[in-house]
T-cell receptor, first 112, second 113 residues
Framework: GEDVEQSLFLSVREGDSSVINCTYT??????LYWYKQEPGAGLQLLTY?????DMKQDQRLTVLLNKKDKHLSLRIADTQTGDSAIYFC????????????FGGGTRVLVKP | IAGITQAPTSQILAAGRRMTLRCTQD?????MYWYRQDLGLGLRLIHY???????GKGEVPDGYSVSRANTDDFPLTLASAVPSQTSVYFC????????????FGPGTRLTVL
C-alpha cells in the first residue's frame, strides 16, 4: 500500500540548517518529490530525486534518499525567513500510473 | 504563459447546490489532476485524466465528477454539494515525461454551508 508520513512541525532559527524528514512504505516508487506551499498559494516543486539515486544537491537544497529504510529527507542550508512554509514530500509509482501520493506536510517556521 | 489557472478563487456555496470548479492549462500537458487539501491530511487525489477524452478515479472520487473534452480544460463538478466537501481544491497537470513532474494551480477555496 501507499503511505507517506511526515512530522507536522519544525522550528528553526534563521541561518541554521533545516532538515525535513519523510518516510514512505512502497518500495516500488520511481520518483520522490519535495513541494513547497506558501500561505494561500499552490504547491511549488522544489526538487525531485530518482529512486536509484542516493543524493541530489541543488543550491541550498540537499535531498537524501535511503531506499533500504524508505526514508527521504530535505536539508535546507542557511535557512531564511522566506523558507517558512509547508513542505510536502510525495512519491510516484510507475505501476500506479505515476500518480502522486503526498505526505501530510511539515510546517516550517523560521525564527529571526 | 499563465501555466495553470483555476476559477473561482474562492466560493461559499449552500448545501445541495451544484458547482463546477474550472481549471485550464496552457502548457499542452497530457495529464491533469484534481486534489483536495484538508488540514493534516495533505493532498488527496479526487480524479485524474491521462489524456483528453479519458478520466479515472482517484482516492476520494465520491460526490465529484470530471470531464476532459480537450487538452487544456479539466472541470470538476460537485453535483449536490455537502459540508464535508469544504476544502481547498488544487488542479495540477503533468507532461508524462520521464520525471512526470506535476505543476499546480493556485487553488480554489470552497466552503459549503
Amino acid at each position: 500500500g501507499e503511505d507517506v508520513e511526515q512530522s507536522l512541525f519544525l522550528s528553526v532559527r534563521e541561518g541554521d540548517s533545516s532538515v525535513i524528514n519523510c518516510t514512505y512504505t512502497d518500495s516500488s516508487s520511481t520518483y520522490l518529490y519535495w513541494y513547497k506551499q506558501e500561505p494561500g498559494a499552490g504547491l511549488q516543486l522544489l526538487t525531485y530525486i530518482f529512486s536509484n539515486m542516493d543524493m541530489k544537491q541543488d543550491q541550498r537544497l540537499t535531498v537524501l534518499l535511503n531506499k533500504k529504510d524508505k526514508h527521504l529527507s530535505l536539508r535546507i542550508a542557511d535557512t531564511q525567513t522566506g523558507d517558512s512554509a509547508i513542505y510536502f514530500c510525495a512519491e510516484s509509482i510507475k505501476a500506479a500510473g505515476n500518480k502522486l501520493t503526498f505526505g501530510g506536510g511539515t510546517r516550517v517556521l523560521v525564527k529571526p | 504563459i499563465a501555466g495553470i489557472t483555476q476559477a473561482p478563487t474562492s466560493q461559499i456555496l449552500a448545501a445541495g447546490r451544484r458547482m463546477t470548479l474550472r481549471c485550464t492549462q496552457d502548457m499542452r500537458h497530457n495529464a491533469m489532476y484534481w486534489y483536495r487539501q484538508d488540514l493534516g491530511l495533505g493532498l488527496r487525489l479526487i480524479h485524474y485524466s491521462n489524456t483528453a477524452g479519458t478520466t479515472g478515479k482517484g482516492e476520494v472520487p465520491d460526490g465529484y465528477s470530471v470531464s476532459r473534452a480537450n487538452t487544456d480544460d479539466f472541470p470538476l463538478t460537485l453535483a449536490s454539494a455537502v459540508p464535508s466537501q469544504t476544502s481547498v481544491y488544487f488542479c495540477a497537470s503533468s507532461d508524462r515525461d520521464s520525471t512526470d513532474t506535476q505543476y499546480f494551480g493556485p487553488g480554489t477555496r470552497l466552503t459549503v454551508l
